[in-house]
């Protein structure tokens, strides 16, 4: 069973489905739930910045999402300095 948090508000009946569904995924399904989530992420990263830093030009702000992912020094190695 994929664990819960303690306090989590999911019936028990809940998380054995969602386990369930879980295991009868194929290994190409599941990585298609990786690179979905992946993506979502990336989606609200970098609307979060957007929302916070407005001005930012595309380039600026494809750096600022970059430093919150990797850290200033490996964007700086892979975007150059700010």
Not at 18 to 26: E, F, P, T, V
Not at 41 to 53: D, I, K, N, P, W
Request: aromatic residues 2%; without cysteine.
């Amino acid at each position: 069973m994929i664990p819960t948090e303690p306090f989590s508000d999911t019936s028990p009946e809940i998380v054995a489905l969602r386990d369930a569904l879980l295991r009868g995924q194929s290994s190409v399904e599941m990585a298609q739930r990786i690179r979905e989530v992946n993506r979502t992420v990336e989606l609200l990263m970098r609307e979060g910045a957007r929302a916070r830093h407005p001005g930012l030009s595309g380039a600026e702000l494809l750096r600022h999402v970059a430093e919150i992912r990797l850290g200033e020094e490996l964007a700086r190695g892979g975007y150059g300095p700010r």
